[in-house]
């Protein structure tokens, strides 16, 4: 029997396509929410032409984050898959099998192909912008796949890939938005700035969690001369705090560069996309520095705190002055003056 296959009028395939769209993007987004909850959140301070450039921006450099973290792929056929994957997402739509650390990662992948075709709907110059990211993340992946962090520079040469690289994409996908127009934002180093003030707050908070997991971010530097390993350093209180609050003082030297970056913001919205999470990272580490707390578990701020910041910070003169009062209350507790210095070159 002659198989009958149904014929789609015009109308009913535009309301397919239509109906693909919707999904696929709805997806996008719904698995923003699984990968990544803090970030789909501030994502919607964003104005309507950056919300799908941005999110579309951070599904992909997540796809190629899991494939970097999933410990079961080959480390020859891994190198493949990232130096690859910029070139696969503007040639065709594919999803990875069985591929991630944790179900939703692996979710992600498994449909993957939906946040292809949300991305190749992007203006050329959204794409270019991510195609050029996400292959220089891949290089970086690649490099520290094989090199530990030993100084303060490796910190933030590794930073700059994971994180300073994501700063210096969105301050391109705002320029490219043209709802930014400051030339300080193709300043390269003022963006990655911001990504390494948000990456190192991140790897100093998740200290205990990545040693039960056999992972080591913090540089050598800063623990190699107070204890012979990291488990030591866990044990041992006093040169723990010592460690603890030699990062916590590097990340802060940041500040003054991500306050430069804000300042030169002229949208509202993409302020406050900007701003909150650098408000979080400061107060994250005041609740960081010379806790012990941090040694054996995460720690983190109030959900109080974070809601202050959603509802009132609105321009940088607030934003500064939340800034400096956190800097106050650091500088009393620090006796090397570096956050005194810190102070006194965001305030002159």
Not at 218 to 239: F, G, I, M, R, V
Request: proline fraction near 3%.
């Amino acid at each position: 029997m002659k198989k009958e296959f149904k014929q789609f009028r015009p109308s009913d395939r535009r309301l397919t396509d239509l109906s693909q769209s919707t999904d696929d993007l709805n997806y996008c987004y719904e698995a923003l929410k699984k990968v990544s909850r803090s970030f789909a959140v501030v994502i919607q301070q964003l104005p309507e032409e950056l919300k799908n450039p941005v999110c579309l921006f951070y599904l992909v450099l997540r796809g190629l984050d899991t494939i970097e973290d999933d410990m079961n792929i080959d480390n020859t056929v891994k190198k493949e898959m990232l130096l690859s994957f910029a070139d696969r997402i503007n040639k065709e739509e594919f999803i990875l099998k069985n591929v991630g650390d944790t179900q939703d990662y692996q979710d992600l992948m498994l449909h993957f192909d939906k946040v292809i075709r949300e991305y190749q709907k992007l203006g050329p110059e959204y794409k270019a912008v991510i195609t050029e990211i996400t292959h220089e993340m891949a290089i970086g992946m690649n490099k520290y796949a094989h090199e530990t962090v030993e100084s303060y520079k490796d910190w933030d040469d590794y930073c700059y890939y994971v994180a300073g690289l994501v700063g210096i994409g969105l301050s391109r996908l705002f320029l490219a938005s043209k709802l930014e127009t400051s030339p300080k934002l193709a300043n390269k180093s003022l963006s990655n700035e911001m990504g390494l003030f948000l990456q190192k707050t991140n790897i100093i908070r998740d200290f205990a969690e990545d040693l039960e997991q056999g992972r080591i971010f913090w540089p050598e530097e800063s623990w190699k001369n107070k204890a012979n390993t990291l488990k030591e350093l866990q044990a041992d209180e006093k040169s723990g705090l010592a460690a603890l609050n030699e990062v916590v003082i590097n990340a802060l030297g940041h500040v003054p560069a991500c306050l430069e970056f804000l300042e030169c913001l002229e949208n509202q919205q993409v302020f406050r996309f900007c701003a909150i999470p650098q408000l979080m990272a400061i107060a994250t580490l005041k609740e960081l520095y010379n806790n012990p707390e941090v040694l054996h578990k995460n720690v983190k701020i109030r959900k109080g705190r974070t809601a202050k910041y959603f509802i009132s910070i609105k321009d940088f003169k607030s934003t500064k002055k939340e800034f400096i009062s956190i800097l106050n209350s650091l500088e009393k507790k620090d006796h090397t003056g570096k956050i005194k210095s810190i102070l006194a070159e965001i305030q002159r």
